[in-house]
Every structure is written in structure tokens, then in C-alpha cells.
T-cell receptor, first 114, second 114 residues
Framework: DVKVTQSSRYLVKRTGEKVFLECVQD?????MFWYRQDPGLGLRLIYF???????EKGDIPEGYSVSREKKERFSLILESASTNQTSMYLC?????????????FGEGSWLTVV | AQSVSQHNHHVILSEAASLELGCNYS??????LFWYVQYPGQHLQLLLK??????LVKGIKGFEAEFIKSKFSFNLRKPSVQWSDTAEYFC????????????FGTGTRLKVLA
């Protein structure tokens, strides 16, 4: 069974803090993704990575950066957290080989910025 | 802008009622279509997917979806819902010639009353 693990389920951070959200997958998937999930807006792609050290911006990359130093790990970084970044963050992974592949999600990280 | 639309944001049904959740996409040409489900407190998981062939596709837990190309639709159906179907449902699209971006709809929250 594919497992995508997000290390922090619930976080409360102060405005201006630097925030790291960590994600690890155990299925040797090439592709990894960060989404944010907001009521009424669905899932919006922040960044994705198709290989180690490779990344591409999604639809809402502003205020975020990512790091992929190892294949199994994909980190989302909020350089200076703001209250409008309060949200549920979902990490996901999928194997290489086309756009028909299932995407596997972690359980999410609830971030509150105060 | 290219998008995926789910017009029903909240649906409330009694057990044994029939379910149909709408999904429309605005891309021309070939697409890959998915329905994902998020049960309370759980991670998003795949219900079913369609790439080609028979436009009526069956998934897990008695769900099915019908692809109607002329209507750019991929509606999810279940003949008789159960209380355990209470969840949020997301339609998603990828394009065969595109990147690995999965474009998700805004989701439909289904509540089934026992």
C-alpha cells in the first residue's frame, strides 16, 4: 500500500514565521505535489516536482517555495507565514509514466497562522 | 480559463436514495478523468477513473461514472447511498499531452442521513 506521510498534522504559527511542512512517500514515486485545500475552492496546486531537485510552479506558488533533495521527500516552505496561508495542505505523489496514474495523498497538515 | 466545475457544493440525502454528482470540464480534446473521495478524517483516495473505451466506468463501493463527451461531463452516480458514503467528492482531470498536473474541481460535500 502506498503511504504518503505528512509529519505535522496540526500546526499553529505566528505571522512572519518560517514554516516547514514535510512529506515523505514510500513507493519510490517520481512525482510529488503540494496542494492547499480550502472550502469552496477545492484543491489548488502550489508546486510539483517530477524528479529530485526539479520543481515546477503550480497555480498558486506565491509565498511558497519547495525543496526536493531526496526522491522520497518533498518539503513545502512558507518563508514568512501570513494569515491568508491558514489552510489545509495536502502532499501527494504519483509514479512516472503519464497522466493516467493515480495520485496518492497524505492525510493533510492543518496550518493556522495567527 | 480551463477548469473543472462541480456545481453541487452540498448535497444531503437519506439512506437508499440515488446519487448523482455533476462534473464538467472545459478542456477540448482528450482528457483523463478521475473521481476522488475524502471520508471524514481520512486522506483523499481514488474512486474511479476513465481514459477511453466504454464511457460507463465502475469504481469501488458501488460507484459508477458516465463520460459524455458532447457535454464535457463525467457525472458520478450511485443507485443507493449509505450513511458511510458521507464524504467530500472531487472530480479531477489530466490531459494526456500535458504535464503531471491534476486539475481538481471545488468538491461536493455529501451528507447521508441514517
Amino acid at each position: 500500500d502506498v503511504k504518503v506521510t505528512q509529519s505535522s498534522r496540526y500546526l499553529v504559527k505566528r505571522t512572519g514565521e518560517k514554516v516547514f511542512l514535510e512529506c515523505v512517500q514510500d513507493m519510490d514515486h517520481e512525482n510529488m505535489f503540494w496542494y492547499r485545500q480550502d472550502p469552496g475552492l477545492g484543491l489548488r496546486l502550489i508546486y510539483f516536482s517530477y524528479d529530485v531537485k526539479m520543481k515546477e510552479k503550480g497555480d498558486i506558488p506565491e509565498g511558497y517555495s519547495v525543496s526536493r533533495e531526496k526522491k522520497e521527500r518533498f518539503s513545502l516552505i512558507l518563508e514568512s507565514a501570513s494569515t491568508n496561508q491558514t489552510s489545509m495542505y495536502l502532499c501527494a505523489s504519483s509514479p512516472q509514466g503519464g497522466t493516467r496514474n493515480t495520485i496518492y495523498f497524505g492525510e493533510g497538515s492543518w496550518l493556522t497562522v495567527v | 480559463a480551463q477548469s473543472v466545475s462541480q456545481h453541487n457544493h452540498h448535497v444531503i440525502l437519506s439512506e437508499a436514495a440515488s446519487l448523482e454528482l455533476g462534473c464538467n470540464y472545459s478542456y477540448g480534446g482528450t482528457v483523463n478523468l478521475f473521481w476522488y473521495v475524502q471520508y471524514p478524517g481520512q486522506h483523499l483516495q481514488l474512486l474511479l477513473k476513465y481514459f477511453s473505451g466504454d464511457p460507463l466506468v465502475k469504481g469501488i463501493k458501488g460507484f459508477e461514472a458516465e463520460f459524455i463527451k458532447s457535454k464535457f461531463s463525467f457525472n458520478l452516480r450511485k443507485p443507493s447511498v449509505q450513511w458511510s458514503d458521507t464524504a467530500e467528492y472531487f472530480c479531477a482531470v489530466t490531459r494526456p499531452s500535458g504535464t503531471y498536473k491534476y486539475i481538481f474541481g471545488t468538491g461536493t460535500r455529501l451528507k447521508v442521513l441514517a
